[in-house]
């Protein structure tokens, strides 16, 4: 059962086939140049893409807009420090403008950077800074047999120190939960081991925090040493073992811009935080401000005190498990247990019929647009180049924006996407121009159905 009741509505419309057929065409077959107006059910991301409640709208209307000093930064330092436990507090327009301000100053050319599995941006960012993103997911993420198959492999990170060398690592980073795989959660037991390990490298331990409240929702559920705290109490623990954290305040803290640096107050970080504190002057605004709105700051400080409510998080991860059961039913092959903000699709398995140099999940992309206006994402060979990723589609739920007929909408795509492929019509794609910088390439590239 819901926990919400609408106040405000959009209406969306459905295009007729052709004309979707053609604005496909037209987006050179990248979901990201589709325009929204055109999209029916879009779970292209749950970044920034939410609805805010009632509340977070009040605070809007309270916010003070001082170049320095803002009344709302301080309510954002304080719900920080009272949510997740960090004093230090430098704000960003979005979470990629704090991976800047973080990873430009921490990570320099020549260094190697651990983490459970990079995201897109987080992989460019260390890129950028001339380091090296290595990914230490645990053996088997995705087997369906860990209940944290988003954990970080500590021992791969040993090893990689024994490579390398110790004073080449300057960050050991984990991302909860682990977008790049499925969205599975890690435990605050890993957490703790990856604590270790920075320890004994002398190294930077950052949580990217961007959907904390989910893993701690799952921690909760899955590790017993918690199952009688609140969703609240395991959100402070496991961010209890970082030094700093990045967050996009467009995912947990439940808006639609900004996010934060945040760190501890920490005489062996103060050197860490004046150099970030510098970048984020140049880069992102004053320190009080950071490129975001009084208005979206204030927002921002109610939406994290909302995403560890009970109710909140409860109903978030339940909406997601049902989506992932309507299409288990119909036989897609989704990863399961499905994560705290999306369901991931195994194109491989869907489309066997594509070779992998084709594409198979951006094709889906493609097919689930065409045949019912739903856009998601590819996070397989396409974004992610020159790597053994799975290939996978994601299907990214906004927060308390769609309802149980619109997940309806999205099962019954896949059921008309499947009677194509069981007729041979879907093909795969070739990339006919794409940006220099391959990290980022799904972002603009643009493609056409292979034999064109």
Same mark, same amino acid.
């Given at each position: ?18 004309? =979707? ?65 960090? !004093? ?103 957490? =703790? ?29 899955? !590790? ?119 369901? +991931? ?21 493609? !097919? ?33 924006? +769609? ?8 099962? !019954? ?40």
């Amino acid at each position: 059962m819901r926990a919400y009741k609408s106040k405000v509505v959009t209406p969306i419309r459905l295009p007729d086939r052709d004309e =979707r057929a053609a604005n496909l065409e037209r987006a050179g077959y990248n979901a990201f140049n589709l325009d929204s107006s055109d999209v029916f059910v879009d779970l292209l991301t749950d970044s920034g893409t939410g609805t805010m409640s009632d509340a977070q709208w009040a605070a809007l209307m309270r916010g003070d807009e001082a170049y320095a000093g803002s009344e709302s930064f301080a309510r954002l330092e304080e719900a920080v420090s009272d949510v997740m436990g960090f !004093e230090r507090l430098l704000p960003a327009h979005q979470g990629r403008g704090a991976e800047n301000v973080l990873y430009g100053a921490l990570v320099s050319e020549g260094d190697y950077v651990p983490n459970n599995t990079h995201f897109d941006t987080t992989r460019a960012h260390v890129a950028n800074a001339g380091a090296e993103p290595v990914d230490c997911p645990v053996e088997g993420a995705l087997s369906g047999d860990r209940e944290f198959a988003g954990d970080l492999d500590v021992g791969k990170v040993r090893d990689l120190a024994d490579e390398v060398g110790a004073d080449r690592i300057p960050a050991v980073v984990v991302t909860i939960t682990n977008n790049s795989l499925a969205g599975q959660p890690v435990s605050v037991e890993n957490l =703790r081991a990856a604590r270790e390990v920075a320890d004994e490298l002398d190294a930077t331990f950052v949580v990217d925090a961007c959907r904390f409240a989910e893993n701690a929702y799952f921690v909760r559920e899955r !590790e017993e040493e918690f199952a009688d705290a609140s969703v609240a109490e395991v959100a402070r623990e496991q961010l209890s073992y970082a030094d700093a954290v990045v967050m996009s305040g467009k995912k947990d803290g439940l808006v639609n811009v900004g996010g934060f640096v945040g760190l501890r107050d920490d005489p062996e970080l103060d050197d860490l935080f004046e150099r970030a504190r510098e970048r984020a002057i140049l880069y992102e605004g004053f320190t009080t401000y950071g490129g975001m709105a009084g208005r979206d700051l204030a927002a921002m400080a109610v939406g994290l005190r909302e995403a560890v409510e009970e109710r909140y998080v409860a109903d978030r991860v339940a909406q997601v498990r049902r989506l992932g059961e309507l299409l288990a039913d119909r036989g897609v092959p989704v990863h399961r247990p499905t994560g705290g903000h999306a369901v +991931y699709v195994d194109a491989d398995a869907f489309l066997p019929e594509i070779p992998r140099e084709e594409f198979p999940g951006q094709a889906l992309v493609c !097919e689930l647009y065409r045949e019912g206006g739903v856009r998601a994402v590819e996070l397989g060979s396409f974004a992610f180049p020159d790597s053994d990723r799975p290939e996978l589609v994601r299907l990214a739920l906004p927060r308390r924006t +769609y309802g149980a007929d619109h997940l309806e909408h999205v099962a !019954e795509t896949f059921e008309k996407v499947a009677e194509r492929r069981d007729a041979g019509e879907i093909s795969g794609l070739e990339i006919v121009e794409e940006p220099e910088m391959a990290e980022l390439r799904h972002f603009s590239a643009e493609l056409r159905p292979v034999g064109e």
